[in-house]
């Protein structure tokens, strides 16, 4: 069984940070990209970032470049999220994904194959 958890959500106020992580076990991912994604209430899920699986190359949405740091450890079986600068618009629930590619960094939701369940961040103003 494919597994990706998702951990590390909670309350914030904006300005500040949180980091995000999510476990991933029940498969070989060494062809596999992650990815983190978030909805906001009665929103599509959007693109946040993605990373190679060597963790040498990153892919960021406008809305959280220079804000938000992908990374992993794959010793730890773990892809984290590190958010800094929080805006209330920021406020989502936070998906983590893994794709069938090890090089293509995809934006797009249906290119992933495996979801977590996701952790809700709140940001207040």
């Known amino acids: 069984q494919v597994q990706l958890v998702e951990s590390g959500g909670g309350l914030v106020q904006a300005g500040g940070s949180l980091r995000v992580s999510c476990a991933y076990s029940?498969?070989?991912?060494?062809?596999?990209?992650m990815g983190w994604f978030r909805q906001a209430l009665g929103k599509n899920s959007d693109f946040v970032a993605a990373?190679?699986?060597?963790?040498?190359?990153?892919n960021y949405a406008d809305s959280v470049k220079g804000r938000f740091t992908i990374s992993k450890d794959n010793a730890k079986n773990t892809v984290y999220l590190q958010m800094n600068s929080l805006e209330p618009e920021d406020t989502a629930l936070y998906y983590c994904?893994?794709?069938?590619?090890?090089?293509?960094?995809?934006?797009?939701?249906?290119?992933?194959?495996?979801w977590g369940q996701g952790t809700q961040v709140f940001v207040s103003s």
């Open positions: 029940g498969r070989t991912f060494s062809d596999y990209t």
């Open positions: 994904a893994a794709a069938s590619d090890k090089y293509i960094l995809h934006r797009s939701p249906s290119r992933y194959d495996y």
């Open positions: 990373i190679s699986w060597s963790g040498r190359s990153t």
